[in-house]
């Protein structure tokens, strides 16, 4: 085991959106390794149950229901794992919901809901987190999950890309005022690429031709092509303990995203999409 995992051996994670997918892969992997695992989720079923295969199997896990986009219980979440657990090392804001729709079609609650749970969630677990991380003192991880989506545009999935964008801007100041006073925690953004779990399957949004077409075609490719959330978890985790700033479950597709748009706002290109992609929305020009 690398010395960097060795950082996080015997220390405190706390996951959200650890009930599933990529959360639940998280956790599995931190009680792996030896950490204390508090496991937050709005479904306090699937965090129960989890939490009990973890024990079961040796490891050390507190599933606390929580619902990220609402400050207070992030609040009670932190007062919880520091009452039960101490020091927390290292912080993953990983729940999200994906959102299908044309941008005007979204009704305005579901509009809201998705940026309170993908880009709230993030900023209130900081909230939360990061003074009572600042006042220990010592070296801790924050990581924001993020997706590849979040250097691409897709249309129909429009809030969540709004919202993976808004969370590559965040962790990117995050990181630039852990530098300017100077602390010891290291800001990670989670890019995955695909990985099998539930997202699509469970999105909300619109049901129009297009939405329902786009929501089965991801769903499908998710489960055919997705490593699984273990898997994504074990490629995660390292990579944080490393203090890489930009985390990938698959490196080269991150680098495709990250410079077709690069070169996309160098050149000021305006957006448009070839016909194979209007093809794969099932419309066509
Ligand atoms: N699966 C992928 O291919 C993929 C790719 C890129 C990014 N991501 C991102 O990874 C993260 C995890 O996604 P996943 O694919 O594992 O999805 P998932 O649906 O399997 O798991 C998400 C979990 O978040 C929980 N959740 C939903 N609303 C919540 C709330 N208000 N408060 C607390 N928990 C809540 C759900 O109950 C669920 O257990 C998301 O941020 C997603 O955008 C996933």
Not at 44 to 58: C, L, P, Q
Not at 65 to 82: H, I
Not at 250 to 273: K, W
Request: with cysteine.
């Amino acid at each position: 085991m690398s010395d960097a995992l060795d950082r996080l051996r015997g220390g405190v994670a706390v996951i959200t959106g650890a009930g599933s997918g990529i959360g639940e892969g998280l956790a599995r992997y931190a009680a792996e390794l030896g950490m204390k695992v508090v496991l937050a989720d709005i479904a306090a079923d699937r965090i129960t149950k989890v939490a009990s295969e973890i024990e079961a199997s040796g490891g050390i896990a507190l599933p606390v229901p929580t619902d990220v986009s609402d400050p207070a219980a992030v609040d009670a979440l932190a007062e919880r794992t520091y009452a039960e657990f101490g020091e927390t090392t290292l912080l993953v804001n990983n729940a999200g919901i994906e959102t299908l729709g044309f941008a005007w079609e979204i009704p305005a609650a579901t509009w809201e809901k998705t940026l309170a749970i993908n880009i709230n969630g993030a900023i209130h677990g900081v909230r939360a987190f990061a003074p009572r991380m600042i006042v220990s003192g010592k070296p801790a991880y924050i990581a924001n999950t993020s997706s590849i989506g979040g250097f691409g545009i897709m249309p129909v999935q429009t809030s969540y890309i709004v919202s993976k964008h808004a969370l590559l801007a965040f962790s990117e100041c995050l990181q630039l005022e852990m530098q300017v006073k100077k602390l010891p925690i290291k800001v990670s953004v989670i890019l995955p690429g695909p990985v099998a779990t539930r997202i699509f399957a469970d999105s909300k949004g619109a049901d129009d031709p297009v939405s329902t077409y786009h929501r089965k075609l991801m769903a499908d490719m998710l489960e055919a092509d997705g490593i699984s959330g273990l898997e994504a978890g074990r490629r995660i985790i390292p990579q944080i303990a490393a203090g890489e700033f930009w985390v990938s479950t698959h490196p080269e597709i991150t680098r495709e995203f990250a410079r077709n748009r690069a070169s996309h706002l160098a050149e000021l290109t305006p957006p448009t999409l070839p016909a194979e992609v209007l093809a794969t929305l099932g419309a066509t020009e």
